[in-house]
């Protein structure tokens, strides 16, 4: 019924939408854009790499890259990660594929071995420190972004260092956030 809802609207900080439906939260929360620290399996072969250990095929890489603005719209313990091309994020703003694996066609992740928290307003932060610090491994590699279509951690891998995210690298959609909050349960 209506008095179980609770939603504050939009605002204008890091989580800029948050609903309370019974016992379930529903927060959507901004990373605007700009360089960050990520993890990712090496995404080169043995070859690529120089050597003939195979055994570094699962070997971790730090980077430093830029990223677009980031959507993190989580719900109960399901979260959804994507991107916008929008500095200011309002209900409006078009959203895009975050250009990261480990995502599913709806931008769902998979957090694989780690345990999402309840979505909070006290534990929205904690989940993104969850998704940048774990590493982006070869799960759902592709379809991720324009540029390398079977494997987005070799844009990411290629981006380390550099000062600007490559727009054309993101796939599009028509989709809007305002469309990305209703459809989420």
Request: aromatic share 8%; glycine share 4%; net charge positive.
């Amino acid at each position: 019924s209506v008095k179980d809802v609770f939603d504050s609207g939009w605002l204008e900080t890091n989580v800029i939408r948050f609903a309370q439906e019974k016992k379930t939260h529903k927060i959507l929360s901004v990373l605007p854009a700009g360089r960050r620290k990520i993890f990712i399996t090496d995404p080169r072969s043995a070859r690529e790499r120089e050597t003939d250990d195979e055994s570094t095929s699962d070997s971790v890489l730090e980077l430093e890259i830029p990223l677009p603005t980031l959507l993190l719209l989580g719900s109960g313990q399901n979260y959804y990660l994507w991107a916008t091309l929008d500095k200011t994020v309002n209900q409006k703003s078009k959203i895009s594929h975050a250009p990261f694996p480990n995502l599913d066609s709806s931008g769902g992740i998979c957090f694989g071995r780690n345990t999402a928290p309840e979505c909070r307003l006290d534990t929205i932060e904690s989940v993104w420190r969850l998704i940048l610090d774990s590493p982006f491994n070869n799960h759902q590699t592709a379809n991720r972004c324009r540029t390398h279509e079977t494997d987005a951690r070799k844009l990411l891998f290629e981006l380390n260092g550099k000062k600007t995210f490559p727009k054309n690298a993101l796939i599009k959609t028509e989709h809007t956030v305002a469309e990305l909050w209703q459809r989420a349960r």
